[in-house]
Each structure stands twice: as structure tokens, then as C-alpha cells.
């Protein structure tokens, strides 16, 4: 979209709205908002709406906590779920200061200072997420649990698919929403989805991923499921995923492509790549933000263990698909849908914009299967492995001060200081494994 204030009054008159919510994000990339009643509208396109926001994560508790919310007129998008007579609208909206200065913290000033670091350099990044996600029941409470009834498996059909009234649903709420959705699909654990929509400018596509997951809860909600973007819920089948895919363009063309090159990939993708790989171990923190995360990057499961990266097998940690022109694309496996979406693409993006910037030259790919290779074999090849917990990752981010600069040191400071906690409370816990293996025996 493209609106003015002028559109915003006529379409809040016109489709009779009667609730505005005021949306955004926290660190942890959980969606807040704040509604008011149609009667305010004057009020919020003035972004004189405050909030208290020390109570908020990641936002200041004790200077001047006092926030405003600036509606970014373009995602004005009216939920289709809603009542029809007096109908809820939403704004994702910029965190301000009550001076008018935008909060360093917020997730889409970050985002947006590495778009517009891009865009002075000549570019506009294009990003297609995949997210997955599973459809459990919940309890005779209401409580949501990890129970499902089905047994379908990677694109099968009904009445198998327990889960396809659902996602046929999702899908046509999200097109109204505007979304192009471009596929849609069982996946290959029981009850596990993926939905996926046509790749846009990189704030749209974070904007997208947000909306995303709050219409996919809703809506299974409705058909009495819990969806959870729970990275690996269980620990005997796949986890959830959130691919990456990202190109370059230029004028409106894809500068990622050259059908000259052996893998149809131009220099400025190479060294995109190159910059990829030299952050990826502190970007790792961002795009697997929780303790739960490093439980998918475990072999056998096609989530990636090592870092590599191939034109030719489908689980590398980058893979380059088969598909030139318009398509030509990098795609990353590993993020997963627990991330904040908008600090995964700043981050996603800085490194390869270093890359670019400082003409680093990506490792060689490797085009066998490493998920079929022995250790001898891996071992021969040196790849490094991924952070395997959410503390070895902290440990990168803290060292990674180009990263933490794409935060902002005060976020990253604080980011750092939470994943430690999180970690460290995790770590204490006594888990059913130690009981089963350790009660008996000792
Ligand atoms: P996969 O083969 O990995 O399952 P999907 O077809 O599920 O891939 O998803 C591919 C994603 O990549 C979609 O979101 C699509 O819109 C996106 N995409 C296509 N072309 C580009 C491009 N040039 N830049 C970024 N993303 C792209
Ligand atoms: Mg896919
Ligand atoms: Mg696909
Ligand atoms: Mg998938
Ligand atoms: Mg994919």
C-alpha cells in the first residue's frame, strides 16, 4: 500500500472500523499492540499515542520509559476475522521518544537502519521467508499441549492431513489481508505445516512474517488447535524451520543472477555469501534465539549442523536453488521461527553488505550430502559446525562486535546479559532424561 492520512480517514469511515490496533514489537519478536476506538484516529495519525513501556522487554525500565507509537500508515490492514460492522483495524507502528527522536531498541528501527546502509549502496533487498509451524490440540482447559491425532506426513492430503480446514483457512484470511500466498503444504513431522508467501522488501517481509504468525495462531484457534512456532517441540520429529531466501536487485532488476557463472550466482552474491559465513556463528544468536532452538541442529532431521553451503544438495546451511532469472536467490536453513524477524534481517543483511563491501570470498561449497558423510569424511572436509547451544552462541555474538554494532551496543548488551540468564536458568533444571537415565543407575 501506498496511503496517505487523506486514505486513512476515508477507509476508516467507508468500512465502518470501530477499533484501531496499535502494533509492535518486543526483542524476543513478540508482537504487542495497544487498541483504541475509531474515535482517536486523529490522535494516532498525529503519533500522540503513549505508552508506558517499562514494563515491555528489551524497553528502558526506569529514564523516561514514556513511549510514542507512530503508525506506519502503508500496513493499515483490517482483520478479517473480526466483527464486519465496526471492524478492527491494525497499524504496525515505530517506537518514538516524547521528544520526537526514534528508541535505538525498537526492532524496525534496527531493521530499517541496515535497509537504508543497503540502499545507499546502491541496493534493495529482497527476503522469502518459509516459516513451519505445528497444529497440536489443547487440553479439556483449554491448555495447549503437544498432542495430535494425525499421522500425515510431507504433502499428503485429507482426511490424513487433520490440519487442511485449518491452513485452507489461513490461507484465504491472509490474501485478504493481501498477502500472495505462493504454496502451501503438509510437512513432514504429524501436524506440522508450512505456508508459504512471495518475498518482498525486507521491512515488508519482517512487517509480513509478524502478521504472519498472529493470523496463523488466530485462526487455528478458532478450529480448536494451538499452532506453536516452537522450534522442536518434539524431540523424536522434525523441527520448525524459518528459511531465508534472500536476493539483491537493482533498478528493479536481480543483480544475484549471471547465467555466465557455473552456479548462476554474480560476484555480489558470492561475496553476500562470504559476509553470511563470517558472521554467521554470532548471527546464529539472533536467528536461534532460544534454548530450545539447538535442539533442531541435530543430524538427521535436515535442519543444518555444519556451516556450508552447495548449489546442488537441498540441506546445507546455504543453499543456492536451481532456478535463474527473476528467482536467482540465496537461500539460509537455519533461522527458525522463534526469531525476531526483524533483527534476523538487519543482521542477515549487515553481514552481507560487509561481505560485499570488503569483497570476502565465501569458503568452497561442497556438493555431496553431508547428512550421508561419515565422521572421517566430515572431519576431511573442516567444516566448522554451527554454535550447538544458545550459550556457545552468546559467547559468539559477544565477540562479534560488528554484529552487536547492527544492534546497537546498549540492545546487544542487553540481549547478551538475557541469553546468559535464560541459559543459566535452563541449565538448572533437572529434566526427565537425567531422571530416566541417572535415577536408577546411581
Ligand atoms: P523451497 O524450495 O526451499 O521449499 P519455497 O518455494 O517454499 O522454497 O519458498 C521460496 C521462497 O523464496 C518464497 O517465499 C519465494 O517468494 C521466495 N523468493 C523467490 N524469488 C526470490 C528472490 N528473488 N529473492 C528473495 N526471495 C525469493
Ligand atoms: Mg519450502
Ligand atoms: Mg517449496
Ligand atoms: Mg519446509
Ligand atoms: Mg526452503
Given at each position: 500500500?501506498n ?5 486513512i480517514?476515508?477507509l ?12 509492535f514489537?518486543d526483542?524476543?519478536?513478540t ?13 494516532v ?11 515491555i522487554?528489551?524497553?528502558p525500565?526506569?529514564e ?5 507509537l ?36 525498537g ?32 487440553d ?9 491425532h ?14 487442511e480446514n485449518?491452513?485452507r483457512?489461513?490461507v484465504?484470511?491472509l490474501?485478504?489481508m ?12 504429524p ?5 508459504d508467501?512471495r ?13 504472519f ?33 534472500l ?6 532488476t536481480?543483480?544475484f ?22 558472521h ?14 539447538y ?7 535436515e535442519a543444518p549442523?555444519y ?8 540441506s546445507?546451511?546455504?543453499?543456492i ?34 561481505g560485499?563491501r570488503?569483497k ?23 567444516l566448522?559446525?554451527?554454535p550447538?547451544?544458545?550459550?556457545e ?8 562486535t560488528?554484529i ?9 548488551a ?24 541417572y535415577?536408577?543407575?546411581?
Open positions: 500500500h496511503y496517505t492520512r487523506e486514505d480517514l476515508e476508516v469511515e467507508e468500512e465502518d472500523v470501530g477499533f484501531i490496533r496499535l502494533q514489537t526483542i524476543y519478536g508482537m504487542k499492540n495497544m487498541a483504541v476506538t475509531a474515535s482517536q484516529l486523529e490522535k495519525l498525529n503519533n500522540e499515542c503513549m505508552f508506558d513501556s517499562s514494563a522487554k528489551g524497553y525500565n526506569s523516561s520509559p514514556d513511549m510514542y507512530y503508525p506506519d500508515l502503508n500496513t493499515f490492514e483490517i482483520f478479517p476475522w473480526r466483527p464486519q460492522q465496526g471492524k478492527v483495524a491494525r497499524f504496525i507502528c515505530d517506537v518514538h521518544r516524547a521528544d520526537g527522536t526514534p528508541y535505538e531498541g526492532s524496525r528501527y534496527i531493521l530499517k537502519k541496515a535497509v537504508r546502509e543497503a540502499a545507499e549502496m546502491g541496493y534493495t533487498v529482497n527476503v522469502g521467508p518459509e516459516c513451519e509451524f505445528f497444529l497440536f490440540h489443547t479439556e482447559n483449554g491448555i495447549p499441549t503437544t498432542i495430535t494425525e499421522q500425515g506426513g510431507y504433502f499428503d492430503v485429507g482426511p490424513l492431513d487433520l490440519g485449518a491452513r483457512d489461513m484465504l484470511t490474501e485478504q493481501g498477502f500472495e500466498i505462493e504454496t502451501s503444504h503438509h510437512e513432514i513431522a501436524a506440522q505445516h508450512e505456508i508467501f518475498y518482498d522488501e525486507a521491512l515488508i517481509a519482517a512487517d509480513n512474517i509478524m502478521t504468525k498472529l493470523v496463523v495462531r488466530t485462526i487455528a484457534k478458532r478450529h480448536g488447535l494451538h499452532a506453536t512456532f516452537m522450534p522442536k517441540p518434539k524431540s523424536e520429529a522434525h523441527g520448525s524451520g524459518m528459511h531465508i531466501n536476493s539483491l536487485s537493482k533498478e528493479g536481480n543483480i543472477q549471471d547465467s555466465s557463472d557455473k552456479n548462476g550466482l554474480s560476484q555480489e552474491a558470492y561475496y553476500f555469501i562470504g559476509g553470511l559465513f563470517r554467521m556463528k554470532a548471527i546464529t544468536c539472533i536467528a536461534n534465539p532460544t534454548v530450545n532452538s535442539k533442531r541442529f541435530v543430524p538427521g532431521y549442523v556451516m556450508s553451503w552447495s548449489a546442488k544438495t537441498r546445507p546451511l546455504i543453499r536453488p536451481s532456478v535463474g532469472g527473476e528467482k536467482t536467490r540465496i537461500e539460509l536453513r537455519s533461522p527458525d521461527p522463534s526469531a525476531n524477524p526483524y533483527l534476523v534481517l538487519a543482521v542477515l543483511l549487515a553481514a552481507g553488505m560487509d560485499i570488503n570476502i570470498v565465501p569458503q568452497n561449497s561442497v556438493d555431496e550430502d553431508i547428512q550421508d558423510m561419515s565422521a572421517e569424511q566430515l572431519e576431511q572436509l573442516h566448522e559446525a554451527l550447538g547451544s544458545l550459550l552462541a552468546v559467547h559468539e555474538l559477544e565477540k562479534d560488528f552487536c554494532k547492527v544492534l546497537g551496543e546498549d540492545l546487544a542487553k540481549m547478551i546479559a538475557a541469553y546468559k540468564k535464560e541459559y543459566r536458568d535452563y541449565s538448572m533444571q533437572v529434566t526427565e532424561w537425567e531422571i530416566a537415565n535415577l536408577y543407575k546411581m
